[in-house]
């Protein structure tokens, strides 16, 4: 039996049935990372073999007594290397915290803990999630499992590859512009973003704090809803964070979309959208149209004002988030300096990469005197402006359907040297996370180079439940 080919839910019913031991689930994904990574690189740091043992050993007795009983006990996962675990090396994928180890673990990620979840390891990212490629990563670039001279897409493409080729069950990746869901349509997998402060930031390195969600990358969507599950919580130490009335997402698992409305933005479908995506897209939409749903076009206003502000809110964020890393307090220190200041500039120059610095840069002009009205204000007023233009789509759809990405998988090293058009590759995602929404993406084709083509469903906010439903339904019509 291969046990990394079973669904994290599968996986987790044997180790419930004693089939299998939480021991040999965690090796076996462990001999597959030894086996496939070399090539892939997929991830920055993997497990100590005698720490997974210890933690597996543990998790087992707690699942013999019973105080386990969750769909998750026993499972291995993986972690964006954005996320704090106490004494296992988190890097952002950045030489400046290269030698940082935490004190303390992330809310999401104490929360898989509680459920039994067994940490393997930390996974590749671009760095501080500032790209859409997993190449701007200082440990080297993640590459596609369907195709390696292929991007895996980013900023969490080391979480999409590794579930993609079976190095996990599942793993955590963060969204900030559609961060999960791009890669996970590039890689062939299912990612949820879920409605932000859903999910405590509580120990997730910021990128960009309003804009930052924690989510779960998985081979399925039951398998989504079931992780959704664990990590979502009201957390008291996140000021962003949400106390909703119902942190139940398994229950929107249900083969039936009969009368459900669904939205395809006009928009979506115009220049630089390519047709094999175009055509893998709009089938989707005819299946769930076969099942009862109920599809309409409509235009979606603003979306060409998405990318920039996004760019514009983002990016201000950052320069003031990266701030803290100076050489001082942890993290990478310049061995030779001459005094204060200069120590600050060379850790600084030396630590971050090209694109850190190109967006800290860009932060740090909009926020400046005299250009703050006229671009980071402004960003903001952009950013309410297009939450009020789905508000308005919403009153009419529970579904806005459309494409993840205008195109599969780029090659390595054709996005780096167009940094402009890798941002535009986000068109479609960006706007979800500047109002705050959730989206999910689920495999609906292949092109004709054998890349995998994503669908991205988007739900008004705290209403995943219609997205995974809707997910559901399409992801079930594949197996009858």
Excluded at 274 to 297: P, Q, T, Y
Excluded at 298 to 305: H, K, M, Q
Excluded at 312 to 318: D, K, Q, W
């Amino acid at each position: 039996m291969d046990l990394m080919s079973l669904t994290a839910v599968e996986l987790g019913k044997k180790i419930k049935a004693g089939e299998v031991t939480v021991a040999q689930a965690a090796f076996a994904a462990l001999d597959r990372i030894e086996e496939t990574d070399g090539e892939l690189n997929c991830y920055v740091t993997v497990a100590d073999r005698e720490k997974v043992l210890k933690n597996a050993e543990a998790v087992q007795k707690r699942i013999d007594s019973g105080e386990l009983t969750g769909p998750l006990a026993g499972v291995p996962v993986a972690i964006k290397d954005n996320m704090c675990t106490e004494g296992m090396l988190t890097t952002c994928s950045s030489k400046i915290l290269s030698n940082f180890y935490p004190t303390y673990t992330a809310e999401a990620v104490l929360n898989l803990e509680r459920a039994g979840a067994v940490i393997i390891g930390k996974t590749n990212m671009d760095e501080f999630a500032m790209g859409s490629t997993t190449e701007t990563s200082a440990y080297g670039a993640t590459r596609n499992p369907w195709n390696k001279d292929h991007v895996p897409g980013g900023s969490s493409g080391g979480s999409c590859a590794a579930v993609a080729a079976k190095e996990c069950s599942y793993a955590l990746g963060s969204d900030t512009g559609g961060s999960i869901r791009q890669p996970s349509s590039f890689c062939g997998v299912t990612g949820i973003k879920p409605t932000y402060g859903t999910v405590s930031r509580y120990g997730l390195i910021a990128y960009g704090s309003s804009l930052d969600q924690i989510g779960p990358v998985a081979k399925d969507v039951t398998d989504c809803a079931v992780i959704l599950e664990a990590i979502a919580s009201h957390d008291p130490k996140d000021s962003t964070s949400v106390k909703r009335e119902s942190y139940d997402f398994t229950s929107a698992l249900v083969n039936d979309v009969k009368g459900m409305r669904i939205g395809i933005p006009k928009t979506y479908f115009g220049d630089g959208l390519d047709g094999e995506v175009a055509d893998a897209v709009m089938s989707a939409a005819n299946v769930l149209r076969e099942k009862g749903a109920v599809i309409e076009e409509f235009d979606l206003g603003l979306v060409d004002y998405a990318i920039p502000a996004y760019y514009v809110i983002a990016s201000a964020e950052a320069s003031s988030n990266l701030a803290r890393f100076d050489g001082v307090k942890y993290g990478y220190r310049t061995e030779s300096c001459d005094g204060l200041h200069h120590m600050y500039k060379k850790t600084r120059s030396e630590g971050f990469g090209p694109e850190v610095k190109r967006r800290i840069m860009l932060g740090s002009f909009v926020l400046s005197s005299g250009y703050y009205d006229a671009y980071y204000l402004k960003a903001l007023r952009t950013k309410a402006l297009i939450k009020k233009e789905f508000d308005r789509a919403f009153e009419k759809y529970d579904v806005i359907l459309g494409p993840s990405a205008p195109t599969t998988a780029p090659r390595l090293g054709e996005s780096l040297q167009e940094p402009i058009k890798m941002y535009l590759g986000d068109i479609y995602t960006i706007s979800v996370n500047l109002a705050g929404l959730p989206g999910i993406t689920v495999p609906c084709g292949m092109d004709s180079k054998g890349l995998p083509i994503g669908l991205q469903l988007i739900g008004d906010c705290f209403k995943e439940n219609n997205i995974i439903r809707a997910a559901y339904a399409f992801e079930q019509s594949k197996k009858e």
